[in-house]
């Protein structure tokens, strides 16, 4: 026996190298400084955890913690009380627009939820338009500030998380299994609730895990709503890039109890639902129901709501962006000085997020792609571990990321504090989950023995990967690309840590006018944000479409 | 053109032992089958070759060069796959280039010898069709056109008919006999269906468990089966007592179908047997029926149809057989 490489794993096990190469210096090595700042004393010599003692101990921070995880709770069941009958709607009720209303609903997926936020706030909030105008009827209500406006934005932005899989959940229940019921004597009302829900209770519960999780990172919602009340992500920066006293070790404790809670919420998803998956393989789908007039005029009334309101703020900021501002106080001229305001300056910003987001969605996109090859093509448990560090940047909050970041490239032998490169490394890594996931997906459902036709011809595995691969995965590939993209233009949490002098991107102008109360230039950055949102989603809904034609 | 010699190969997966110690030699322009039951290792072996699966142990040489050691994409093998591996993103001529192209032919050469490959397997005039707009049928000819065109020196074939019809099958399988005959290739041919086996090839090897039960023409291996899962596997067989045809020893006896005749019909010379007959089934060109012997054995016999002839459940009957047809089992 020789210790040979096997001829045909060659190019997986180089590309697997490689991913732990960048993986380990651009995700490992940080995460483990982020630790090391955490359990080092002040002097950064000794082990202890009177960090944590500390921490844990000041009422501050443990109300941090509480908040946290009830808001996240909160979210996560209201999330899941407004999707899951929204979802049954579209899969079974007559409802008109279907298609229309699946669209739209995804739109919050790309949309920043910062400015849905900031749109509330100047909706809603003590100064806001709509709490100006019931004022001088009389009407009061309760101050959207706090938990109860956090939870409203995260319900209105993530609720597309739970519908998405739970309606594919109610499409896939195959009739037969609802038919069988119905013939054992069950009443359609009691088939709902006995076989066709507890088979969706999986995608349910998958997507308000991710809510969770979403929330539990989320910087930018608590930061423009939370005001006074302590939440993780926010105490983290604060205390990183705190004006007195920036403080990594406790910045540090604060980043590995989020990732904790975030992995520990992953690793329940991966026990308990991996299994719990009711695979019926459905070949009929459900038919649509025969409903009373009232029910579906009620579901279609429902439906369109929902999707209306989840985008009413991003609506309104576009027209608040054309309206006057005078410091954060609006007046109703329609004006352009906003955008003349924000441009004025500098057009560097906006420059620089296209740029960023350009460079990053590449970087993920020539790394995840080869990550996914490896993933789904490598039988080894090599493979398998590529797989859990690559999914392993979706428990780690942007701000503990880009925190680790600046504690481990500050100084020593490679120093990016300061410079572009930095930012685009720390999308590249936050991002590339989703590009693994994606490409997994697609190259799950291509025959391997392509591959092995095109080797036996005559093609090398990397000639076999660029020509056969590369070409039937395109069309995922460009949509990843974009979405990519589009989510990289608007990230926030790691930004804030880690944007320097020239390099400011259309969030950090946004964050620095909320911080310093431009309402002006605040909403004509969340408008252009939302363009440079929308357009290429609109391209590629287009390209789409004409690629399914011509097909 | 090249034999192909496979000397001591074992591939283990965990406890599975896919591939046991095989030793084989294929001639030059053999059409040389892998037959067998599920599971018996004979893709592994294909595989092997082809150059996506690990040798545990042995080698394999085409003529006098080693190539198990080399990487699958300079083994020169033109390999049929099972879902024909046509790719989608090219078109019919697309795909019947592909392998050329990686050889550097020249344009005009590579033009002039798809054109010859897509009439070879009677799909000229296809070039430009998408692998979408063909039949199953279709795209196998396609597959097999691919991995012709590269002149390969070895062709080989993954049950490359089984998602097809079985009228289609019949008439593919001659087809491919008739290509690599006239080509002069040697092939190496995998099915578990017999009657496939037979028809196209010179010499057949059984595989079970990962070894090699039996090597040999395939009327030989059909006639003198050397074991008991041989004779049942190459078709349906009667496999009795040695004392119930009256012979002595111990063992197992294989008399097939088609070797018992009813009295009226045989050759004088045939020893007899009588019992009753305990089931019949006329099948068009041949009639089958079982025969309960006096000590409880059923024997089963095959014959071809006679108009005149009336069998019916429970009638006395005598048999024979060609005593020359017997074989004796290990
Ligand atoms: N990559 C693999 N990993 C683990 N076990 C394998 C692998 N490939 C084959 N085996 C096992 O080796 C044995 C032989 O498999 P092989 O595919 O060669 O059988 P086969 O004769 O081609 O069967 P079939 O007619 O079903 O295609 C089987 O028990 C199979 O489960
Ligand atoms: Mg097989």
């Keep these: 026996m020789t210790l040979t490489i096997p001829h045909q794993q060659r190019l997986p096990l180089a590309i697997a190298a490689l991913g ?32 944590y003692v500390k921490i844990l101990g000041r009422p501050f921070y443990r109300g941090a913690v509480a908040n946290t995880l009830m808001i996240g709770v909160a979210a996560t069941i209201t999330t899941i009380v407004i999707s899951v009958p929204f979802a049954f709607a579209l899969a079974r009720l007559p409802v008109p627009g279907k298609a229309a209303i699946v669209a739209l609903a995804a739109m919050p997926l790309v949309l920043p939820s910062f400015v849905s936020a900031y749109a509330i706030v100047l909706l809603l909030g003590r100064a806001g338009v709509v709490t100006q105008w019931l004022n001088s009827w009389g009407i009061g209500f309760g101050s959207i500030y706090g938990a109860g406006g956090i939870v409203l934005v995260y319900t209105l932005t993530l609720y597309p998380y739970v519908l998405l899989p739970t309606m594919a959940g109610f499409k896939a229940v195959d009739v037969s299994i609802e038919e069988a019921a119905q013939s054992l004597g069950s009443s359609p009302r009691r088939t709902l609730w006995t076989v066709t829900l507890p088979i969706v209770v999986p995608s349910i519960l998958a997507g308000g895990l ?32 705190g004006e007195t006293a920036p403080n990594p070790s406790s910045a540090g404790v604060l980043g590995v109890l989020l990732i904790l809670m975030t992995s520990l919420v992953l690793l329940i998803q991966r026990r308990f639902l991996a299994n719990r998956r009711f695979a019926t393989g459905a070949r009929s789908a459900p038919p649509i129901l025969k409903v009373g007039p009232g029910l579906r005029i009620a579901a279609t009334v429902y439906c369109w709501s929902v999707v209306l309101l989840a985008l009413v703020p991003f609506f309104a900021i576009v027209v608040l962006s054309f309206m006057e501002f005078r410091g954060p106080v609006l007046h109703p001229n329609f004006s352009t000085a906003n955008f003349t305001a924000l441009f004025e300056r500098s057009t560097r910003p906006l420059l620089n997020t296209l740029m960023f987001a350009t460079l990053a969605a590449i970087g993920v996109t020539l790394i995840g792609v080869p990550i996914a090859y490896v993933v789904t093509r490598l039988r080894s448990g090599l493979a398998a571990v590529l797989d859990v560090i690559a999914t392993l940047p979706f428990a780690v909050a942007g701000t503990v990321l880009a925190i680790g970041f600046v504690v481990s490239f500050n100084s020593g032998w490679l120093i990016l504090t300061g410079g572009p490169f930095i930012m685009v490394l720390a999308y590249t890594v936050r991002k590339i989950p989703f590009a693994v996931r994606s490409s997994s997906g697609i190259l799950h459902q291509i025959d391997p023995s392509l591959e092995e036709a095109s080797i036996s ?13 590369v070409p039937l995965m395109l069309g995922g590939i460009m949509s990843g690309f974009v979405l990519t993209w589009v989510t990289i233009a608007s990230e926030l949490s790691a930004t804030v840590v880690l944007y320097s002098g020239q390099w400011r991107t259309l969030t950090v102008v946004m964050f620095q006018a909320l911080e310093g109360g431009g309402g002006g230039i605040a909403t004509a950055a969340a408008s252009t944000l939302i363009v440079v949102t929308l357009v290429p989603i609109a391209l590629l809904y287009r390209l789409i479409r004409r690629y399914e034609l011509a097909a | 053109m090249t034999g192909i010699v496979i000397e001591g190969v074992t591939r283990t997966f965990g406890t599975v032992r896919a591939v046991d110690g095989v030793n084989l030699t294929v001639g030059e322009g053999e059409f040389f089958t892998l037959l067998g039951p599920s599971g018996c290792g004979k893709t592994t072996l294909l595989r092997m070759i082809a150059g996506f699966c690990e040798l545990d142990e042995g080698q394999i040489r085409f003529g006098t060069k080693r190539i198990d050691t080399l990487p699958a994409h300079t083994r020169d093998i033109g390999m049929v796959f099972q879902n024909y591996a046509v790719f989608p993103n090219l078109t019919v001529a697309g795909n019947v280039a592909y392998g050329l192209k990686a050889r550097k032919v020249t344009a005009a050469e590579v033009a002039r010898r798809v054109e010859e490959a897509l009439s070879l397997v009677q799909l000229g005039g296809y070039g430009e069709r998408w692998p979408h707009q063909l039949s199953g049928g279709q795209l196998q000819r396609v597959a097999i056109a691919r991995a012709l065109v590269i002149r390969p020196q070895v062709l080989l074939f993954d049950e490359p008919l089984s998602n097809l019809d079985a009228r289609l099958r019949v008439s593919m399988r001659a087809e491919i006999r008739e290509l690599q005959k006239s080509l002069g290739i040697t092939a190496i041919y995998v099915t578990h269906d017999q009657e496939e086996a037979m028809s196209v090839s010179d010499r057949i090897a059984l595989m079970q468990s990962g070894r090699l039960e039996q090597v040999g023409a395939p009327a030989e291996i059909y006639r003198q089966p050397a074991s008991r899962f041989a004779a049942e596997f190459m078709g349906t067989t009667n496999l009795l007592e040695p004392k119930a045809l009256g012979l002595s020893g111990a063992g197992r006896v294989s008399l097939r179908p088609e070797a018992l005749r009813l009295d009226a019909e045989a050759p004088a010379g045939w020893p007899r047997l009588s019992g009753t007959v305990a089931h019949v089934e006329i099948l068009g060109p041949i009639t089958r029926f079982d025969v309960r012997l006096a000590d409880g054995s059923v024997i089963r016999v095959a014959s071809l149809d006679e108009p005149h002839r009336t069998l019916a459940t429970g009638a006395q009957v005598t048999l024979a057989y060609d005593p020359a047809r017997v074989t004796v089992l290990a």
């Design chain 1, 20 to 51: 732990f190469l960048f993986l380990g210096l651009f995700l490992l090595y940080p995460l483990f400084n982020v630790f090391g700042a955490s359990v080092l004393d002040g002097d950064g010599e000794k082990f202890t955890f009177a960090n």
């Design chain 1, 457 to 469: 011809l005559g093609r090398s595995p990397l000639q076999t990967f660029a020509r056969i691969l």
């Design chain 1, 210 to 241: 991710l809510v969770f999780i979403e929330t539990l990172e989320n910087f930018g919602v608590p930061f423009v709503l939370a005001e006074d009340m302590p939440i993780f992500a926010v105490e983290a920066f604060k205390l990183f890039v």
